[in-house]
């Protein structure tokens, strides 16, 4: 009975210590998963600050002022401008102009002037025929401006008109549906003698634009002319736009 209770005793002391083992190798092996998944978070958490830390470098590498990136993007929302949209800047000495003739008989001349627009439909001060502004030739100052309707018109108003204007004053005319039924010879001589060469053959319909001067010696550079034509009309019965722009002297005297 003795030996039987030692081996009994014995077996309880095997099994105890066994168990013992079984549970010190499941906690060292929990112990282990859990440092592993921690480094394995760690090493990400890295990684991912690394990453950060290396775009950040890069924008602030590109948005340098002196960077080809940054200097692209400020070209591009900032664009140069001319006064009255020019391609380019008048010279000193120079009143820059952009104008337009009307549009069949529906949207009016309009004309800019050192970037202020002086005649248009949206200022209601354009009509159809003829459409004149006068010019201070050494200040650039907008003198006067006026249209006289050549379609159902009178053209003394007009003949008036042009033999009043004083000498060195820079004038401007642009067409509008129709500007040259009720002209005469006296009123294209008139015109003739501010610069225009297109003048003489105005038709009906044509379209027309011109920047002469009163007490000027040559022909003006500035005047585009198109034919009222049925081959060759952009609107029905009437040609298309014409558009002008470009850099008058100043007079210095």
Request: proline residues 4%.
């Amino acid at each position: 009975m003795v030996r039987a209770g030692g081996i009994l005793k014995l077996a309880a002391l095997i099994f105890v210590f066994l168990l013992a083992v079984f549970l010190a190798f499941q906690l060292l092996e929990i112990n282990m998963d859990f440092n592993l998944s921690s480094m394995m978070l760690t090493e990400l958490a890295l990684k991912m600050l690394l990453y950060t830390s290396r775009t950040s470098q890069h924008m602030n590498v590109n948005n340098e002022p002196g960077s080809h990136q940054n200097h692209h993007t400020v070209s591009a929302t900032k664009p140069v401008r001319y006064k009255c949209g020019l391609s380019k800047s008048c010279p000193a000495g120079h009143f820059a102009f952009k104008m337009a003739s009307g549009a069949a008989s529906v949207v009016g001349p309009r004309i800019c002037l050192e970037d202020k627009l002086i005649m248009s439909s949206v200022k209601n001060n354009v009509g159809r025929g003829i459409n004149i502004a006068l010019v201070h030739g050494r200040t650039g100052d907008v003198m006067k401006t006026d249209f006289f309707d050549m379609w159902a018109g009178d053209v003394a108003p007009l003949i008036k008109f042009l033999k009043e204007i004083e000498e060195g004053t820079v004038v401007m005319m642009a067409s509008f549906d129709d500007p040259s039924t009720k002209l005469n010879d006296e009123a294209r001589k008139l015109i003739a003698d501010l610069g225009s060469s297109v003048i003489t053959s105005l038709g009906f319909r044509d379209n027309w634009i011109f920047v002469g001067g009163k007490g000027i010696k040559t022909k003006s550079p500035f005047e585009q002319h198109i034919k009222n034509s049925a081959d060759t009309n952009k609107f029905e019965g009437w040609p298309e736009v014409l558009e002008m722009e470009g850099c008058v002297p100043q007079r210095q005297d």
